[in-house]
């Protein structure tokens, strides 16, 4: 089973930028995905972005445009970095790893609020 551990959640204003980090203990081997998702309060979890093994990237459309999603090839670590953030993107944003078995992270709260 992977792990998984994000980071780099806070309080910010709306426009603002903030940048998730999610560590793995490994990459799956074989093919995967690894993932964001976020539950807002009172709403069901969702799909945020993915970015598989080969590098190729999906976003939900209320976030293309003002999120990426990348990893570090070097060790096992993907970000998303989340630009002109908006009081609706305030939710537990949580981390994926979709391969030979599927694993959460323990999320981090990301609010937007002045």
């Known amino acids: 089973q992977v792990q998984l551990v994000e980071s780099g959640g806070g309080l910010v204003e709306p426009g603002g930028s903030l940048t998730l980090s999610c560590q793995a203990s490994?990459?799956?081997?074989?093919?995967?995905?690894m993932a964001w998702y976020r539950q807002a309060p009172g709403k069901e979890r969702e799909h945020v972005a993915d970015?598989?093994?080969?590098?190729?990237?999906k976003y939900n459309p209320s976030v293309e445009g003002r999120f990426t999603i990348s990893r570090d090839n070097a060790r096992p670590t993907i970000f998303l970095q989340m630009d002109s953030l908006k009081p609706e993107d305030t939710a537990v944003y949580y981390c994926?790893?979709?391969?030979?078995?599927?694993?959460w992270g323990q999320g981090t709260q990301v609010t937007v609020s002045s």
């Open positions: 970015i598989s093994k080969f590098g190729i990237t």
């Open positions: 994926r790893s979709i391969g030979a078995t599927d694993s």
């Open positions: 490994e990459y799956p081997s074989g093919f995967y995905v």
